[in-house]
């Protein structure tokens, strides 16, 4: 029994499976002479009561998931106990983080497993765009909520200027310019470590500036993700700093 699996890629679950079944043709009954006076003998499957999809190998299996973005996956888990376990599958995982992500991880193996691994680093990418929504809407209360308070957090920013403790006096300062922020955001890699991540990136101010090097660090305490640790830099370029004075 050979099988011709086609993925068809898209946002819901469509899994159409074309099957090449190499079997011989049913043989007849030629009793009396009379060819048809019996039906066909009825040919079996090589493994009855097995699923089609159990009977492909592990490798053809998560092939086939790693055509499903992440919402899908999640949705095939919850249709059967057959594809909640190819869906939790950990290879599954780690390949859809791989065409999500980031390649550069390949070689960890988390904790937890690869789907907590993804679950996380979404979460991690999420609270870090907001990071830069607060700054687009210089909400001093909302970056207030995403600081860890206490004494040993540090703000570094594009100036050079450190702030440690209270860094939100930064904040407040940044904000009272008149001068607004839209950052486009780039080459975003985030690692995790339990309750510790850090995530690098490229924040591009406006197309004739230079790119600035952004590290954010946060903790997880109380069921959240919290800012500890903010560095700001601006990139140079064929050995020339190109600052803009901004946070």
Known sequence: MSYLV????CNSLVLSQKINLEKPMPSTSLANGNAGDRPPDVVADD??????????????TTHALS?????SLCRLSMTNSLMRKAANDDNAWKALYHKDF??????????????????????IISVNT????????RSLPEMAQLWLNSDY??????????????VMQS????????????????????????DMAWVTMKAYLNVDA?????TNVFEHHNGRWHMVHHHSSVMLIDGVNQQVVVH
């Open 171 to 194: 904040w407040q300062l940044c904000f009272n310019w008149e001068q607004g922020f839209d950052f486009q955001v780039h080459n975003v890699r985030t690692r995790i470590l339990t």
């Open 153 to 166: 957090v540090k703000c570094i920013h594009a100036s050079g200027e450190l702030f440690s403790g209270e």
């Open 210 to 214: 230079g790119p600035f090097l952004i």
């Open 6 to 9: 086609e993925i068809i890629p």
């Open 47 to 60: 493994k009855p009561g097995v699923s089609m999809m159990e009977q492909l190998v592990p490798e053809i």
């Open 67 to 71: 055509y499903l973005d992440y919402p």
């Open 102 to 123: 980031t390649l550069e991880q390949d070689g960890i193996t988390p904790v937890n497993g690869w789907k907590a691994y993804y679950a996380t680093t979404r979460a």
């Open 130 to 137: 907001g990071f830069f929504d607060i700054i687009r809407e």
